[in-house]
């Protein structure tokens, strides 16, 4: 018992200096650790941040990705010239997925405003089957824009993160 403390307590000065150690108990529980960390710093409040300050940040990155998406492909569909196109369909299917998934996130600030930590993990779920469903959308076509590709990955990820904090506060 005693080795294995000391090993684990090593272990969290092993890892990268820069990362808090709270940082880095999240990101190692998402998939993408360098995509976990490089995006948590992209705030500034990230150094410091306690759990429940972390989860604010990364909802703030989800909330922000899923708006901006939305918002892209909302142009994308005043660009589209042919309504009847698959291409346009598809377009339409993913908007709403992304109008799901900002509202699943707006749902989740609530929750963290109103320290209810019950929903949290449910919906970022909740936002990233958005994601992934604009994805099983898009990539039958070929005229698939790969930019919501990106948005859909990212979206995905930061919901990941999402989750993990969640998990941290429940
Ligand atoms: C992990 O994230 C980094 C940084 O965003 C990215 O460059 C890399 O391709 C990602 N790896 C995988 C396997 O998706
Ligand atoms: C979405 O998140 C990724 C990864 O953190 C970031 O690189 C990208 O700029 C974000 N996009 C928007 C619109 O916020
Ligand atoms: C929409 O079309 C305009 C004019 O062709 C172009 O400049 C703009 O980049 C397009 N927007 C998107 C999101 O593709």
Redesign the pocket.
């Known amino acids: 018992m005693f080795i294995i403390l000391i090993h684990s307590s090593l272990c969290a000065c092993n890892n990268n200096n820069n990362v808090t150690e709270l940082v880095d108990r999240v990101c190692e529980k998402t998939s993408n650790y360098t995509f976990c960390v490089e995006s948590l710093y992209s705030d500034n409040h990230t150094p410091n941040a306690d759990p429940y300050a972390l989860a604010y940040v990364a909802f703030r990155l989800a909330y922000r990705n899923a708006t901006g998406t939305r918002d892209?492909i909302a142009?994308?569909l005043?660009?589209a010239s042919c309504s009847s196109c698959h291409y346009h369909k598809i377009l339409v299917r993913c908007e709403d997925d992304y109008k799901e998934a900002v509202s699943a996130i707006e749902k989740g600030y609530k929750d963290l405003n109103s320290q209810t930590y019950l929903e949290l993990d449910y919906l970022a779920g909740v936002a990233s089957d958005d994601a992934e469903d604009c994805h099983e959308q898009g990539k039958t076509s070929y005229y698939y824009n790969s930019m919501i590709e990106f948005m859909n990955k990212d979206l995905k990820g930061l919901c990941q993160i999402c989750v993990v904090i969640s998990k941290l506060l429940a």
């Open positions: 892209y142009k994308l005043n660009n």
